[in-house]
């Protein structure tokens, strides 16, 4: 494309319109001009053009049919219809199937076809520019994701170091003995490791593609309570019923990371003087779906807060140390799975996530 002036193509099949067109505009733009279709497409594919007008009525193609024959391959270029008749018809369609810019009637006005050809080329180069911005934004993005999940997993061997020794502390004074510190260290090590593994998990689940295998909902759920009941030190009563007679296909781990993150917020927001610390999990697995229900007797959640705890780092409470970012997840987990969930919840009572999976079978 020349860099003084604006490269533009016409076609049209009478060459007396192809000379006047020339002779009109060539001193403001460079002019390349087609009797065919074919001639069209060896200039595009030989010169970057911008602007591309073209008659309506020609004997072998119409403007229209020919705009829509080059939209894959020159989706940038700014397509201009000029016809010499009115036909609502040959409008619509050069909207819908042509993707024109512009709809201009014959006997063209020149200054009309400038400010077109004009304002076309804006449009071509504001969208060469979001194009551009768009890809340096995704590769930032993407940089930024690779530095957090890679930051995050060497983040994760000095932590289990302190937890280990921590671990051996309690061992060795019977849990911490009277030491006033070991114990918020503990609570802040495990708060740390519980952010650190939610921004693992957010990244798998945003660059990973949505897999298809066998999910086993029993020993799903066995070891996510083996793992949190022994994480959590609390005296959980753990209520389980699932019914899984047939197969069922989803994202294992997209569907883990939705019941840890869920069965955590149980396990962490229970009441400290209630007389017993319940949480109940059933899963009814269908031929179409799963459907998993999963309550609390805990703290619960202020109405006000319920239709923002999706929200990436909204907490609902202080009383705890979660990350805020743990449903985010689970929201978008879902929306990978093409899940739905649903939340109620009363302060002082308890909370009950439900949630449907689609059976992949």
């Known amino acids: 494309m020349s860099k003084n002036r604006i490269d533009v193509l016409f076609l049209d099949d009478e060459e007396n319109n192809l000379i006047s067109f020339k002779s009109a505009f060539r001193r403001d733009y460079r002019v390349h001009v087609a009797l065919t279709a074919r001639e069209a497409r060896e200039i595009l594919d030989q010169t970057e053009i911008p602007i591309v007008i073209s008659d309506q009525r020609m004997p072998d193609t119409t403007g229209v049919e020919f705009f829509q024959s080059i939209i894959d391959t020159y ?34 006005d020149e200054q009309e076809i ?4 004009e304002n076309g080329f804006s449009y071509y ?32 061997a000095p932590l289990t170091s302190i937890m280990g ?10 849990d911490f003995g009277d030491d006033p510190y070991l114990p918020l260290i503990d609570r802040s ?16 689940n945003i660059r990973s593609d949505t897999i298809r295998n066998e999910v086993d909902f029993n020993t799903v759920v066995k070891g996510i309570i083996e793992d949190l009941g022994m994480l959590s030190g609390k005296n959980i009563d753990f209520r389980v019923n699932i019914s899984q007679s ?10 883990k990371t939705v019941l840890v993150n869920i069965i955590s917020n149980a396990i962490k927001y229970q009441r400290p003087e209630a007389d017993s610390q319940v949480v109940s999990i059933d899963i009814d697995v269908l031929a179409d779906k799963a459907m998993i229900r999963i309550s609390d007797n805990g ?3 202020e109405a006000e807060y319920v239709d923002k705890i999706f929200d990436m780092f909204f907490r609902a409470t202080q009383k705890n140390s979660g990350s805020g970012i743990g449903l985010f997840i689970v929201k978008e987990a879902l929306d990978k799975m093409g899940g739905q969930i649903d939340v109620k919840s009363a302060v002082g009572e308890g909370t009950t996530f439900s949630i449907e999976i689609p059976n992949q079978v």
């Open 75 to 108: 989706p940038d270029c700014i397509r201009i219809l000029l016809t010499g008749y009115t036909d609502i018809k040959a409008v619509v369609d050069a909207i819908n199937k042509g993707h024109v810019y512009r709809y201009l009637t014959k006997p063209w």
């Open 125 to 156: 180069n504001a969208k060469k520019e979001l194009r551009e911005k768009n890809r340096k934004l995704q590769k930032t993005n993407d940089e930024l994701n690779r530095f957090v999940y890679s930051a995050s997993h060497d983040l994760r």
């Open 189 to 204: 090590v495990k708060r740390l490791d519980e952010f650190i593994q939610n921004i693992i998990d957010y990244y798998q």
């Open 114 to 117: 400038r400010i077109a050809i």
């Open 246 to 255: 047939g197969s069922f296909l989803g994202d294992s781990f997209r569907i």
């Open 299 to 301: 703290i619960g959640i």
């Open 165 to 174: 020794v921590l671990n051996l502390a309690r061992l060795e004074v019977g």
